[in-house]
């Protein structure tokens, strides 16, 4: 598999693409780990911890969102939603609180994977650099403190749009403020049912096998971190 030139765009997914989470897990943070004991929600039964996930993550449903503050308050119904669910945690308000503002406001939850701030920087000085992904205003500080906030000419967020991937609005805007045909660009993700849903608008699409247990796929153009890249365009 090959990408076909010419390209005049790149689309990078963020979660697992250029960064992963220092835990491997988003919501299940440092800071959670500290209240939280992994035994006993491995002992919950799986009828209940889908549930109490469920109810939870009815804070977390799309929706248009600006701020840090905003992103503070869901993910403080999150975890209190969780405790509440999940008594055996033995989990408190206040901790729930606190678990929150670190999920937040720490950035040591964002693990940058090795040479992703060169490999952005080298490939925005040849294309056009835009973002897609289902993510929290607080990215947007995350990037900017990693001195990687400026390489990119566009971002299409969740956030900002209320929908997330892989519904088509996500890529169509993504795709109107690159102002660049769908086949003069390359869309980057960990997960083959987004590069699925950018390929039937003409994107070429790449997966990156960065995630744990990873599958490879028969459909695209397979690569193991970002760097790689660099080698097929």
Known sequence: MIIQKPVHGIFLDLGWTIFRPATGDWRITLKALEYINPQILGSIPQEQLNTAISKANEHLKNEVY?????????YTNYYK??????????LTNEQAEIIAYDRVYNDANYVFFDHTKQ???SLSEKYKIGVISDTDPS????????????????????FELG??????????????????PATETVFIDDYEQNLDCAS??????????????????????????????????
């Open 119 to 121: 490999t952005i920087e």
């Open 200 to 233: 039937a608008l003409g994107i070429q699409s790449v997966l990156v096998l960065s995630r744990p247990n990873s599958q490879a796929s028969t459909k695209y153009l397979n690569i193991k971190k970002l760097a790689d890249l660099l080698l097929y365009l």
């Open 139 to 158: 990215v947007k500080r995350v990037l900017k403190n990693a001195g990687m906030y400026n390489f990119f000419d566009n971002m299409t967020l969740s």
């Open 66 to 74: 600006k701020t840090e503050d905003e992103e503070l308050e869901r």
């Open 81 to 90: 939603t969780l405790a509440e669910w999940l008594p055996e945690m033995h």
């Open 163 to 180: 929908e997330n991937k892989p519904n088509p609005g996500m890529f169509s805007h993504a795709l109107d403020a690159m102002h660049l």
